[in-house]
């Protein structure tokens, strides 16, 4: 048992590239399990951040949940300036549609369901996690945002020196992107799932302002939205910490007392 919590199987979900590949950690064949799926960041391109940031969090929930299973995610890359010949050419929406692809095969393979899902996402991870809300409905029971990237005319805005990454992720169209997905966000009286948004104040690559925005925007939907500030350690630090494993043991904790009343 104690094998599973250390070494996932990394299984191909996609048939076109390297990237295309998950870490399973399944130590629950039971079709009622819980899952915590985790969508990387790192502005849609860097090579460095893969699907090993969200193994932390997975270590430290599997031991204490014998009925979760976890996986995390890995999705083709766009080009990066400082890896000019890593091969990586990705463009939105061969991102989003890995992941969709990712998720499927969880659901068919292994018969990971929405209602006992918690899909977390880390900054780029985010609006790839909203964006598979959007897309189809309830992606997850709730979905949790960590310093996450939400509206990418915002970010922009805010700062000028992030437009490179996001034309080279979504090419000189991506001002259209947040519309889709604002156009599309899942409502609460339709089954929209919990949101939490977590941010730490020493993220020194983003501010509060795009999870106080996503959190104003979800809330008009009807959906129900905590927002979680608080110091976590810089941008890349605060996935890996303590505040965000308390985050999702108490969405889980959640979920099982929904099923034992509706049981
Ligand atoms: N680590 C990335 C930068 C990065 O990930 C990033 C920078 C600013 C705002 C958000 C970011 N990541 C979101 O996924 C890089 O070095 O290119």
Redesign the pocket.
């Given at each position: 048992m104690t094998a599973t919590f250390n070494t996932p199987q990394e299984m191909p979900y996609g048939p076109a590239h390297p990237l295309q590949v998950l870490d399973l950690y399944r130590q629950c064949s039971d079709p009622d399990a819980y899952w915590v799926t985790f969508i990387?960041?790192?502005?849609?391109?860097?090579p460095?951040?893969t699907k090993s940031g969200g193994h932390p969090l997975i270590r430290s929930l599997l031991p204490k949940y014998p009925r979760l299973n976890a996986a995390s995610i890995n999705y083709r890359l766009s080009p990066?300036?400082?890896y000019p010949s890593n091969g990586n050419a990705a463009k939105h929406p061969d991102h989003i549609d890995d992941v969709r692809l990712a998720l499927s095969f969880l659901q068919e393979r292994y018969s990971m369901r929405r209602e006992k899902t918690v899909l977390v996402g880390?900054?780029?991870?985010?609006?790839m996690a909203f964006q598979v809300d959007a897309g189809c409905g309830a992606a997850a029971a709730v979905v949790v945002g960590i310093?996450g990237?939400y509206h990418l005319g915002r970010?922009v805005e805010e700062?000028a020196?992030?437009e490179g990454?996001v034309e080279r992720a979504f090419g000189g169209g991506w001002r259209q992107v947040d519309a889709e997905g604002l156009a599309e966000v899942e409502d609460g009286g339709k089954g929209g799932g919990r949101v939490v948004l977590v941010h730490s104040s020493q993220d020194e690559?983003?501010s509060f302002g795009q999870s106080r925005y996503w959190a104003g925007v979800l809330r008009g939907r009807g959906r129900v939205v905590k927002e979680v500030y608080g110091a976590m350690g810089n941008?890349?630090e605060a996935p890996k910490g303590t505040e965000l494993v308390g985050v999702v043991e108490a969405e889980l904790e959640e979920l099982e007392m929904e099923s034992a009343k509706g049981n």
């Open positions: 990387h960041g790192g502005a849609w391109s860097d460095e951040m990066h300036p400082r880390h900054s780029a991870g985010a609006y310093g990237v970010l700062y020196d992030y990454f690559l983003l941008h890349n």
